[in-house]
Structure formats: C-alpha cells, structure tokens
C-alpha cells in the first residue's frame, strides 16, 4: 500500500492550500481515508475523515475551513483547507484504515507527510 501526499507549502494567512493524497495498492473504493496532523511539538492529531460511502467528518475546531473530498476514479484522496491560520502549521499525513460507526477511526497504513507552512 502506497499512500503518496502532496500539495502542501507555504501559505500566507488567510489563503488556501488543496492537499492530495495518491493512493496505490489497495481497492480504494472500499476504503475508509484520514489526514491526520503533527504541528511542531505537538502531538499527532486527526483532522477528518471520509469513509467508503462519502461520509465525512472534520475535527471540530476546523469545520467550516478544512474538507475531505475523494475522488474514486483517480484513487486520491483531497483536503481542502481554507482560511488557514499559523496554528495550521504542521506536517499532514493521509492514511487509510477503518471508520467506525460510531466515529472511531482505526488507521491502518500511513503515507509520508506534506509539510503546510502557514505564514502570519
């Protein structure tokens, strides 16, 4: 399994970055998606997720400016992020694993990291 991010760089406050997340080695139709983030410092954190039917969920603090979307016939996997903030500074990781019915997500494999640097 192969989960390979892009898209992450150098952002001003307020802008908006798209990452993507390529995914290889698994039927990706059936699979549940997470990015996931690690700030400097920090611990890691999940920011949403997307299950196999479409169904997504956005950690609260950044509903309304970050979303999940995939795409099943290019086997990718996006977040958009919008309005970002210095606080969203960090590394972001895609993985794939299982969505839970009762909002617990279990990921099983981890791409490398895209690096989001948001400026002030």
């Known amino acids: 399994v192969q989960l390979q991010a892009s898209g992450g760089g150098l952002v001003q406050t307020g802008g908006s970055l798209r990452l993507s997340c390529a995914a290889s080695g698994i039927t990706f139709s059936v699979n549940d998606f997470g990015w996931h983030r690690q700030a400097p410092g920090e611990q890691r954190e999940l920011v949403a997720v997307?299950?196999?039917?479409?169904?997504?969920d956005v950690r609260d603090s950044l509903k309304g400016r970050f979303t999940i979307s995939r795409d099943n016939a290019k086997s990718t996997v996006y977040m958009q992020m919008d309005s970002v903030k210095p606080e969203d500074t960090a590394v972001y990781f895609c993985?794939?694993?299982?969505?839970?019915?009762?909002?617990?997500?279990?990921?099983?494999?981890w791409g490398k990291g895209t690096l989001v640097t948001v400026s002030s």
């Open positions: 993985t794939s694993g299982r969505y839970y019915s009762n909002g617990y997500y279990a990921p099983n494999y």
């Open positions: 997307i299950s196999s039917s479409g169904s997504t």
